[in-house]
Nanobody, 115 residues
């Protein structure tokens, strides 16, 4: 069964940093592009960053230069290093495959940035 377990969120002051992790199971991890998504109440889930199976990366404009996505195929884990955090980064963060997310979403990890 496909499963994603996100961790690493928390409460941080504006300008601070967090590193999110997502452990995946039930998929052939190394064969999949992976992405981080985020969602705030009342809004649609937003793609934040992606990494292809060949380690090419791309970011939504609002996080370029501040967030870095990476992956460890040996650990079936994708990471999101978030620096210079802003209040508008507050959201629940999820990982899933890219370009087509699976139907299985984890519980996510809450990131709250205080201004």
């Amino acid at each position: 069964q496909v499963q994603f377990v996100e961790s690493g969120g928390g409460l941080v002051q504006a300008g601070g940093s967090l590193r999110l992790s997502c452990a995946a199971s039930g998929i052939t991890f190394s064969s999949n592009g992976m992405a981080w998504y985020r969602q705030t109440p009342g809004k649609q889930r937003e793609l934040v960053a992606l990494i292809t199976r060949r380690d090419s990366t791309s970011y939504v404009d609002s996080v370029k230069g501040r967030f870095t996505i990476s992956r460890d195929n040996a650990k079936n884990t994708v990471y999101l290093q978030m620096d210079s955090l802003k209040a508008e980064d507050t959201a629940v963060y999820y990982c899933n495959t890219f370009p087509t997310p699976t139907d299985y979403w984890g519980q996510g990890t809450q990131v709250t940035v205080s201004s």
